[in-house]
């Protein structure tokens, strides 16, 4: 598994080059010989949803950019071990960059999210949407007539256009640019600028990523760096944990490479860098990096902030993908948009009024939307109670996950507790009913908490749902403690 911080990486990289004013001079020596790839389509750079949007991926690849194989020593001087030998986006985060020039946030994607992946593959881990498309190509493309790395570079295109497409399903964004990073591209940068500075609360001994390091401050790099960036066994919320490491290399990394002392025109740090990005980086080929720098210079101090993805379960059974991160799409989109300031539109509203049960149309309730948070550990029960509402009239609003509460609540506009109360009625009719002065006129939020009587809405949803263990509810996972130290 790769660090989200080497796509970063690579643009503050170059971010150093427009902070000293060097790359005036070095700009034909950064664009000779940097791989690009033709996969976004109409790149904005003021978009109209309000963000440019950057796809960062770090990819688990045994080739260069240019297609070619690694060495065996390169390998072996990498640790790839016995995680090695699948190509897989083991690392996504959606860099957000508001058209206001608010601050900007890296989303993390957690590797094992299990999701719909587009083009008829189905839902599979979302690690695995650039294999599936780049194998497909690669199946096409025996008997054209190309070099192994030729067919190798444009099967990669067809893999990230998917993860690209994957992504935007997810979270409701539009990629603008996109990023791509490999194995030896993470450890020759991380090597150029010196290593970044790291803290543990504990040693690590852990033999599948070979993560060995004391407890407390150290400075990493290479294969060090690579280590303690992969780990995720042994740790108590995996990948979720590991992705909080990310988040602390990153910004480890954002302070240190963005530093006016460390520098200098001219220097070996500078050239190692640009070789670094120029073996090992794809960009999409619109994109203007260098004047994007410039851009990036006001986002590595406190207008730059991490975030990760809200999830569920981090041990759902899978048909084919054993255990997945449980995600919920419409809970996924309202998270990524609400960083904007904003909501998201729901997909399955509607302007016209819903049938009751008995096909007649409810006109009381028809100009109420409902959106309903499952904050319970019922799996499915948001989905079931909104379809039982839109069967009462209401119109259905957003589906999504909350945190976990034992109480239900309903939650209405100011001055709109008949609607509250409306819904309740629907409900069962003892349920708490409050205000909430930051709803839009019209809209009720239903907050569904262990307490919800589930049968209530049985005999519309069908069967009944699966009730999980209350030992599956995950915590967050612990960020970085007072002295700035990680699991």
Known sequence: MLTGGKALLVIISVAVFVATG?????????????????????????????????L???????????????SKEQLAMLRTGEEGGVLNTDT???????????????????????VDIPNGYGQHKINSAYLRAKNDSLRELQGAGLS???????????????????????????VDHYAEVNLLGFYDITNAIGGIDVCLKAPVDEYRSGANFPA??????????????????????????????????????????????????????????????????????????????????????GNLEFKTIPVGRIDLDT????????????????????LLGGKPQSDDSTDSPSSNDDGSQDSGNGDVVVNVRNASEVDGLAKSVSEFLGGKGFQPGEVATAEYRDATVIRHASG???????????????????????????SVTVLLGADFDDSVVNGLAGDRPLRLSPTVHQQEPAGPDANGCVN
Not at 56 to 70: F, H, I, K
């Open 56 to 70: 960062m991926v770090g990819m688990d690849s045994r080739t260069d950019a240019q297609g070619n194989p690694l």
């Open 416 to 442: 709109e507790q008949d609607k509250g109360n409306a819904v309740a009625e629907a409900l069962g009719g003892d349920i708490t009913v409050e205000e909430d002065a930051n709803l839009a006129a019209g």
């Open 92 to 114: 996504l985060i959606l860099l957000r960059i508001p058209n206001d020039g608010g601050k900007a946030y890296g989303v993390s994607v957690p590797r094992d999210s299990y």
């Open 22 to 54: 060097f790359y005036w001079n070095e700009l034909d020596k950064f664009d000779e010989g940097m791989t690009t790839a033709d996969v976004i389509s109409e790149p904005q750079e003021k978009p109209a949803d309000g963000a440019v949007d950057i």
């Open 216 to 301: 407390g401050q150290q400075t990493i790099a290479g294969a060090d760096a690579l280590a303690f960036v992969r780990q995720r066994h042994d740790l108590p919320n995996g990948d979720l944990d590991r992705i909080v490491r990310q988040q602390v290399f990153m910004n480890g990394m954002a302070k240190k490479v963005m530093s006016q002392d460390m520098l200098t025109p001219g220097s070996d740090t500078l050239d190692n860098l640009r070789k670094a990005i120029q073996k090992s980086v794809v960009l999409d080929k619109d994109w203007n990096v260098l004047q994007f720098a410039q851009q990036m210079l006001k986002f590595t101090g």
């Open 319 to 338: 048909p084919e993908d054993g255990e997945a991160v449980e995600v919920d799409p419409g809970a996924v989109k309202e998270f990524v948009q609400g």
């Open 148 to 174: 192994e790395a030729d067919k190798q570079v444009q099967s990669n295109q067809e893999g990230a256009k998917n993860i690209i497409g994957t992504v935007e399903a997810l979270t409701g964004a539009k």
